[in-house]
């Protein structure tokens, strides 16, 4: 059985150590040794886990070998080694199942060629699916409390040129920024994100907008 064993250390000073890579390596080759597999290495150096599969070279070429069948499969030492989300393990775990290669993580007793591991794979695929849904609610309640504030959503519109005169007469005159923040909101002249309250904050960063303009 041929097998794509794929190694990735995040930075410059990992990459020119090779300590971590050569950890990960030999921890494949010695699961290699055990189950009969034939082993290519292939490594990304000085890529973060967080980068997606199709920017880190040695992982896409990994990825590519797998699905044009030059090898059986894709082994990691770590699952972090491979990939920092769950959701996008998943992405790969059914990359793995739709193009039939075997999806192996070490450190996690994953293997999509055993039925045990094919089991926990379902189990991480289970989490993910709960992640991207967790993310969909976060999202939903940010908007949701954006709109109790009054702030209009989309593109950010500018503070009418009648407004900006308004607040540097009344700054000039001596008001402060709270009491002219007050006054905007007493006369139901709404901000530039559409907001129905000004504050302190708000006013200072007109005055050094049009300053700085």
């Given at each position: 059985?041929?097998?794509?064993?794929?190694?990735?250390?995040?930075?410059?000073?990992?990459?020119?150590?090779?300590?971590?890579?050569?950890?990960?390596?030999?921890?494949?080759?010695?699961?290699?040794?055990?189950?009969?597999?034939?082993?290519?290495?292939?490594?990304?150096?000085?890529?973060?886990?967080?980068?997606?599969?199709?920017?880190?070279?040695?992982?896409?070429?990994?990825?590519?070998?797998?699905?044009?069948?030059?090898?059986?499969?894709?082994?990691?030492?770590?699952?972090?080694?491979?990939?920092?989300?769950?959701?996008?393990?998943?992405?790969?775990?059914?990359?793995?199942?739709?193009?039939?290669?075997?999806?192996?993580?070490?450190?996690?007793?994953?293997?999509?060629?055993?039925?045990?591991?094919?089991?926990?794979?379902?189990?991480?695929?289970?989490?993910?699916?709960?992640?991207?849904?967790?993310?969909?609610?976060?999202?939903?309640?940010?908007?949701?409390?954006?709109?109790?504030?009054?702030?209009?959503?989309?593109?950010?519109?500018?503070?009418?040129?009648?407004?900006?005169a308004t607040?540097?007469?009344?700054?000039?005159?001596?008001s402060t920024?709270?009491?002219?923040?007050?006054?905007?909101?007493?006369?139901?002249?709404?901000?530039?994100?559409?907001?129905?309250?000004?504050?302190?904050?708000?006013?200072?960063?007109?005055?050094?907008?049009?300053?700085?303009?």
């Amino acid at each position: 059985m041929k097998m794509i064993g794929y190694t990735r250390v995040s930075t410059a000073e990992q990459a020119s150590s090779g300590a971590g890579l050569g950890a990960q390596e030999h921890a494949i080759r010695e699961r290699a040794e055990r189950e009969g597999w034939e082993v290519v290495m292939v490594q990304d150096a000085g890529v973060s886990g967080g980068t997606r599969a199709e920017k880190r070279p040695g992982l896409s070429q990994a990825l590519a070998m797998v699905a044009a069948g030059e090898a059986e499969g894709l082994v990691v030492a770590k699952l972090d080694r491979l990939s920092r989300s769950m959701v996008d393990f998943a992405t790969i775990m059914e990359r793995s199942r739709a193009e039939g290669w075997t999806l192996v993580a070490l450190d996690l007793g994953v293997d999509t060629s055993t039925p045990a591991g094919e089991l926990m794979a379902n189990v991480f695929a289970s989490f993910a699916q709960f992640e991207r849904r967790l993310i969909g609610v976060r999202t939903r309640e940010g908007l949701a409390q954006k709109k109790r504030e009054g702030v209009q959503l989309g593109r950010r519109r500018a503070v009418p040129s009648h407004v900006v005169a308004t607040i540097q007469t009344m700054r000039a005159k001596g008001s402060t920024l709270t009491a002219i923040a007050d006054t905007l909101t007493a006369n139901n002249i709404p901000t530039a994100h559409g907001g129905a309250r000004w504050y302190a904050s708000t006013v200072r960063h007109v005055l050094e907008t049009t300053q700085a303009a």
